[in-house]
């Protein structure tokens, strides 16, 4: 599995933060703060399952403002979803209109799309904080030029398989490995990868 997000129109022109002694990690760190500060920025998000795959997820693109609105939408096939996240407070829009999370996530079985959104706004982590998230769960982290990357410890790319992929009656991920790289702009993110790999057996 392949995350590639790549940030917006909105301007990211901040001066440099980056102490000539910070460490790789405090730098990306130090970005992603920097991008939190921000009055709003947009991101774009683009997931590849791999070749095996049987479903083919479409772009997924975010806005979100300090201490306000994030808004999310969705798409897969011909159907585009959106959400909208206030704090612990989600709507979710669907083909019958708008709904409470609650409302979107109650019921049915098999595949719901809205209750999926519901979901995953009501685990969302906007670029910034899932950064840090990524940057605490690596190994080490080093440059290259206005890149950092590295490689995940092994629990934290089973952390994060098991976060995104869960499923009831399955059991935890194994031989889980994964790496991330973030781009770094004047002292402020501008982009960032992570690839995540594992194996699961479902039951049933």
Known sequence: MKRNVLFGSIALLAGSLIAADSTPKEDVIAAAKKLAEKANYSWKLTLDLGPNSQFTPGPTEGK?????????SVSFNDNTTIGLKKGSKVAIK???GWQSGEEAGAGGEGFNAGRFMAMRMQNLKVPAAEVEDLVSKAKAIKKDGEAYSGDLTEEGAKMLLASG???????????TKGSVKFWVKDGMLTKYESKLSGKREING
């Open 64 to 72: 979100t403002e300090k201490d306000g609105y994030t808004w999310l």
């Open 94 to 96: 669907t083909d019958e």
């Open 165 to 175: 992929f869960g499923r009831r009656g399955g059991a935890p991920p194994t031989n």
